[in-house]
């Protein structure tokens, strides 16, 4: 069993070596500010000794070193009409030790049968912390700007490349009219294709800018409406329609998928609906299960019959497909008959729910 204190000698040695004991610098005042007592911790760090700071007024110590303005308010107008005060800042130089910042804790002892008043004085340093705050604001600071920077200079190249891009589609458009080759015209025209194809992805993914990761189905959605819009025309109506598992991709991998799609969407507005077909339809789907996903474009057109296949190294249009679809880890099928054209472009074995155009 734990032996009492058996006087008040006995409780202020265990005072004292509690005081002691503190890591940081700590003083007892009396209620007039006197020092009754400091930690080891205290007379180190602020290189006084016991023989000049006990008893002495707190404000005198140190030939006047504790004189300060902050913690003069603190004890004197703070303190007396409250029982504790946590993390008080003085900021301040100090003449032995050098400029210091020190949070101070303070609290007021009131006994049951004494009308006296302790008041426990806790110092921690933390101008070192403040050091490594006031780098890492700077730090930020510099950082924010250069991220700003950054930002301009990427919003200047994609606006220059937005401009390059029509100018060179413009070009290309213009010399297919200009030729009389009807090979030559077919080539440019395939190329302006081309260009309008990354124009119309580029122009989605600078609207999202910044965002790692993106929305599928608004991505396709939004990048299909658009193309329905500039290439569609009133006398051959075409539905283009997009049906998206909830899910989202890193920015690199839509930009494959928007270039597939736009090239499949593409294609089949120019071949699959040669003349008027009522009710013709293009629908975009992707699925996804886990780390498996199948994008899968489909219209209801003229199909595509094995007259039309030409023999010898594939088209440019299917060369591009089929060089994404290997970057993206997949495989590209291509099924049509009579109810029209299918292409799925499926990343590891999937087994699709979604209906094709109809």
């Given at each position: 069993m734990t032996s009492p204190i058996r006087s008040l000698e006995d409780a202020n040695i265990l005072a004292q070596a509690i005081v002691n004991t503190i890591p940081e610098p700590f003083l007892v005042l009396d209620q007039g500010f006197r020092v009754l007592s400091a930690s080891r911790s205290f007379y180190d760090v602020f290189k006084v000794d016991a023989a000049s700071t006990q008893g002495c007024l707190l404000f005198a110590l140190g030939n006047g070193q504790w004189n300060i303005p902050q913690l003069r308010h603190l004890l004197e107008t703070i303190i007396p009409d409250r029982v504790a005060m946590d993390n008080f800042e003085v900021d301040y130089d100090f003449p032995v030790i050098g400029h210091r910042?020190?949070?101070?804790?303070?609290?007021?002892?009131?006994?049951?049968?004494?009308?006296?008043?302790?008041?426990?004085?806790?110092?921690?340093?933390?101008?070192?912390?403040?050091?490594?705050?006031?780098?890492?604001?700077?730090?930020?600071?510099?950082?924010?700007?250069?991220?700003?920077?950054?930002?301009?200079?990427?919003?200047?190249?994609?606006?220059?490349?937005?401009?390059?891009?029509?100018?060179?589609?413009?070009?290309?458009?213009?010399?297919?009219?200009?030729?009389?080759?009807?090979?030559?015209?077919?080539?440019?025209?395939?190329?302006?294709?081309?260009?309008?194809?990354?124009?119309?992805?580029?122009?989605?993914?600078n609207a999202v800018d910044g965002l790692d990761q993106i929305e599928v189905h608004n991505y396709l959605d939004k990048l299909c409406a658009g193309l329905g819009a500039s290439m569609v025309g009133e006398n051959n109506p075409i539905a283009i329609s997009v049906r998206a598992d909830e899910s989202m991709v890193l920015s690199s991998t839509a930009v494959s998928l928007g270039l597939m799609v736009t090239e499949l969407v593409i294609n089949a507005i120019k071949y699959a609906f040669p003349a008027v077909r009522p009710g013709a339809a293009i629908l975009v789907t992707y699925e996804v299960d886990g780390a498996d996903w199948k994008l899968t474009v489909s219209d209801n057109g003229i199909g595509k019959t094995e007259t039309d296949a030409s023999p010898g190294e594939p088209g440019l249009g299917t060369s591009i497909i089929d060089a994404l679809a290997r970057q993206l880890g997949a495989r590209v099928e291509r099924t049509t008959d009579a109810a029209g054209m299918k292409i799925s472009i499926t990343r590891a074995t999937f087994a699709s729910h979604m209906p094709r155009a109809a």
């Open positions: 910042i020190m949070l101070l804790n303070a609290r007021k002892v009131i006994y049951d049968d004494s009308p006296d008043v302790t008041i426990l004085l806790a110092f921690r340093d933390v101008t070192e912390r403040r050091g490594v705050e006031r780098d890492l604001a700077t730090l930020l600071g510099h950082t924010e700007e250069l991220l700003r920077q950054k930002q301009v200079l990427l919003q200047e190249m994609q606006h220059r490349v937005a401009n390059s891009l029509q100018i060179i589609a413009s070009i290309l458009l213009l010399k297919a009219r200009a030729v009389s080759s009807e090979e030559t015209r077919f080539h440019l025209k395939d190329a302006h294709q081309r260009v309008m194809s990354v124009a119309a992805v580029q122009q989605y993914l």
